[in-house]
């Protein structure tokens, strides 16, 4: 079967997806903001919201610990304003940043945050965090990881 027929077949989201995922990966900064919003227009709301959150993800772990985090996040905050689910990845892609570089932050956010976030979170360095979370985590693998990472850091 050629690549021509194997396209035809699948459905039309899938083919917008990729289609996404590709014009985000080349916009340019500029661009990022409407491109964002052209995306979750997509009456596909469940794969447009999946498309954008590779791309933020993807951006926020490049930018996350450097000066251009802050105001890319509060375009990008402006950009996914009707999506609550990206408007809380990118806070806690904030509370990420501010743990790794020592900046104030509150146990309680951290404990009220997302398993993906106290996922990632229990594999840093920061001492406190991964303690709270080998304590606290909202799950047993998170605890696990966390206390797997205490482990790791005592040893060293």
Do not use: C
């Not at 904030?94 to 996922?119: E, F, I, K, M």
């Not at 080998?134 to 206390?147: C, D, F, P, V």
Request: hydrophobic fraction near 40%.
């Amino acid at each position: 079967m050629t690549d021509d027929a194997l396209q035809s077949q699948e459905p039309a989201e899938h083919l917008r997806f990729r289609a996404y995922l590709s014009a985000l990966e080349q916009v340019t900064d500029a661009d990022e903001p409407g491109l964002i919003r052209e995306v979750l227009a997509d009456p596909g709301q469940m794969m447009a919201a999946s498309a954008v959150l590779r791309h933020l993800d993807h951006r926020a772990s490049a930018l996350h610990l450097g000066p251009d985090y802050v105001p890319w996040a509060e375009m990008m905050t402006q950009a996914t304003t009707g999506s609550p689910f990206l408007g809380q990845r990118l806070h806690e892609w904030s509370l990420l940043r501010a743990v790794a570089l020592g900046q104030p932050w509150h146990p309680d956010t951290l404990l009220g945050s997302s398993n993906w976030l106290q996922l990632t979170m229990a594999t840093t360095s920061n001492t406190d965090a991964v303690s709270l979370l080998a304590e606290q985590g909202r799950t047993k693998r998170i605890r696990s990881t966390a206390k797997t990472t205490l482990q790791r850091h005592s040893s060293h």
